[in-house]
């Protein structure tokens, strides 16, 4: 590094700056005086007790003081090359590590990928298009604002809606945001394709009316369209991103009605590794059972804030459900289960279209991540504290 004070006429000024000078050298000497010989550590102190004794002394000459102390300095400690390259390096690297620590001890970013915790967090979904939606400038700030995009299709010619099909598209891709490869929709309308940037599982739920959707399909087969007409016309909402606490389970147990992250590694799933985020309805010792739309705790109705939410099967919450296919627990209203030593049981709140431990079983205690803890976009009513 070099030493640099600009040149001052003021007197009091110029004061001024041989003291910071003075401290700055003295500070800098005592962490690198290793790095000098003898004969170099007693000039530079000589140099430094000279600028100091200008300063008490009140001497008539600070500014010619100052300069000889600045060319000692920048004498004995030349910049390296490329110093502020250096030191930028310096700084990211810290950075980085700081928020590998932060990450691996304390808040982890996680994205919500389906809907199976619907209404409490979002996954990917698609709605029909609002009348006050279609104005022009809505959808320049719905993605920065609410994280959606707004789709609409038109018909090129007269025709009827066939089916659709699914394609890949491999790689780097700006237009559709993807740096792995995505997947869309290609509608076939009378002879005419017409992509739509929609994922396939979330277009069978959400447009062709998959009944987990408890939605009406916006697009059936069959469906005749004039030209210019509106094929399609929604807005896609992307999922919503959280910071999961990894700090507190390390000093308390994970609780009933907690919205937790876990690893999927050593479980019955169809890709093991993934990150699932559930609600835990059952800690060791419980004994669980469903009675539609009720989730019964050790033969009580369970009581948890979160857990009455769902219950309740208003506000978008349906309860809960036992009549899954291809479940293998709480399969019907006798069917119970019960918890053993640091097992805990998952259900997501949109219990009609989860997969959880009703299907892979307990989730061990090794392989919880954290608590899910707060949503910092997009800025939707769900912006905030997790409960």
Same mark, same amino acid.
């Given at each position: 590094?070099?030493?640099?004070? @600009?040149?001052?006429?003021?007197?009091?000024?110029?004061?001024?700056?041989?003291?910071?000078?003075? +401290?700055?050298?003295?500070?800098?000497?005592?962490?690198?005086? !290793?790095?000098?010989?003898?004969?170099? !550590?007693?000039? $530079?102190?000589?140099?430094?007790?000279?600028?100091?004794?200008?300063?008490?002394?009140?001497?008539?000459?600070?500014?010619?003081?100052?300069?000889?102390?600045?060319?000692?300095?920048?004498?004995?400690?030349?910049?390296?090359?490329?110093?502020?390259?250096?030191?930028?390096?310096?700084?990211?690297?810290?950075?980085?590590?700081?928020?590998?620590?932060?990450?691996?001890?304390?808040?982890? @970013?996680?994205? *919500?990928?389906?809907?199976?915790?619907?209404?409490?967090?979002?996954?990917?979904?698609? #709605?029909?298009?609002?009348? /006050?939606?279609?104005?022009?400038?809505?959808?320049?700030?719905?993605?920065?604002?609410?994280?959606?995009?707004?789709?609409?299709?038109?018909?090129?010619?007269?025709?009827?809606?066939?089916?659709?099909?699914?394609?890949?598209?491999?790689?780097?891709?700006?237009?559709?945001?993807?740096?792995?490869?995505?997947?869309?929709?290609?509608?076939?309308?009378?002879?005419?394709?017409?992509?739509?940037? *929609?994922?396939?599982?979330? %277009?069978?739920?959400?447009?062709?009316?998959?009944?987990?959707?408890?939605?009406?399909?916006?697009?059936?087969?069959?469906?005749?369209? #004039?030209?210019?007409?509106?094929?399609?016309?929604?807005?896609?909402?992307?999922?919503?991103?959280?910071?999961?606490?990894? $700090?507190?389970? /390390?000093?308390?147990?994970?609780?009933?009605?907690?919205?937790?992250?876990? !690893?999927?590694?050593?479980? +019955?799933?169809?890709?093991?590794?993934?990150?699932?985020?559930? #609600?835990?309805?059952?800690?060791?010792?419980?004994?669980?059972?469903?009675?539609?739309?009720?989730?019964?705790?050790?033969?009580?109705?369970?009581?948890?804030?979160?857990?009455?939410?769902?219950?309740?099967?208003? /506000?978008?919450?349906?309860?809960?459900?036992?009549?899954?296919?291809?479940?293998?627990?709480?399969?019907? @209203?006798? !069917?119970?289960?019960?918890?053993?030593?640091?097992?805990? $049981?998952?259900?997501?709140?949109?219990? %009609?279209?989860?997969?959880?431990?009703? %299907?892979?079983?307990?989730?061990?205690?090794?392989?919880?991540?954290?608590?899910? $803890?707060?949503?910092?976009?997009?800025?939707?009513?769900?912006?905030?504290?997790?409960?």
């Amino acid at each position: 590094m070099s030493l640099f004070f @600009p040149t001052s006429k003021n007197s009091a000024h110029a004061r001024q700056q041989l003291g910071e000078a003075v +401290d700055f050298c003295w500070k800098h000497w005592r962490i690198n005086r !290793d790095l000098l010989n003898a004969r170099d !550590d007693t000039a $530079f102190r000589s140099e430094i007790q000279h600028a100091q004794n200008t300063l008490t002394a009140e001497g008539p000459a600070p500014q010619k003081a100052l300069e000889r102390l600045v060319d000692c300095f920048n004498r004995l400690f030349p910049p390296l090359p490329r110093h502020s390259l250096r030191e930028n390096g310096e700084v990211i690297l810290v950075a980085l590590i700081v928020a590998m620590a932060v990450r691996a001890f304390f808040l982890q @970013p996680f994205k *919500i990928p389906t809907g199976s915790m619907q209404p409490t967090l979002h996954g990917i979904t698609v #709605r029909a298009l609002r009348e /006050n939606e279609k104005n022009w400038w809505y959808k320049w700030i719905c993605f920065p604002v609410f994280g959606e995009r707004v789709i609409r299709i038109h018909a090129r010619n007269d025709g009827i809606f066939k089916g659709f099909r699914t394609v890949r598209y491999k790689g780097l891709n700006l237009r559709r945001m993807s740096l792995f490869g995505s997947e869309e929709v290609i509608l076939r309308v009378g002879d005419e394709d017409y992509e739509v940037p *929609i994922e396939p599982s979330v %277009f069978n739920i959400y447009v062709m009316g998959d009944i987990r959707s408890f939605r009406q399909p916006l697009l059936k087969p069959g469906q005749s369209f #004039r030209r210019g007409e509106p094929i399609l016309e929604c807005v896609r909402q992307t999922g919503d991103f959280l910071f999961v606490d990894r $700090f507190s389970y /390390n000093f308390r147990k994970p609780s009933r009605s907690n919205v937790f992250v876990f !690893d999927t590694e050593n479980l +019955d799933v169809s890709s093991p590794g993934d990150f699932y985020i559930k #609600r835990i309805a059952g800690v060791p010792g419980d004994t669980l059972l469903i009675n539609e739309p009720c989730l019964l705790t050790n033969g009580e109705k369970a009581g948890e804030p979160g857990l009455l939410r769902v219950m309740s099967a208003k /506000n978008e919450y349906h309860g809960y459900t036992s009549k899954l296919e291809g479940a293998k627990h709480l399969r019907n @209203p006798t !069917d119970s289960f019960q918890l053993k030593y640091r097992e805990y $049981f998952a259900l997501g709140d949109n219990s %009609f279209s989860s997969k959880d431990s009703r %299907f892979f079983g307990p989730v061990p205690y090794r392989n919880i991540v954290g608590q899910g $803890f707060f949503v910092y976009w997009p800025f939707t009513r769900r912006f905030g504290r997790i409960e």
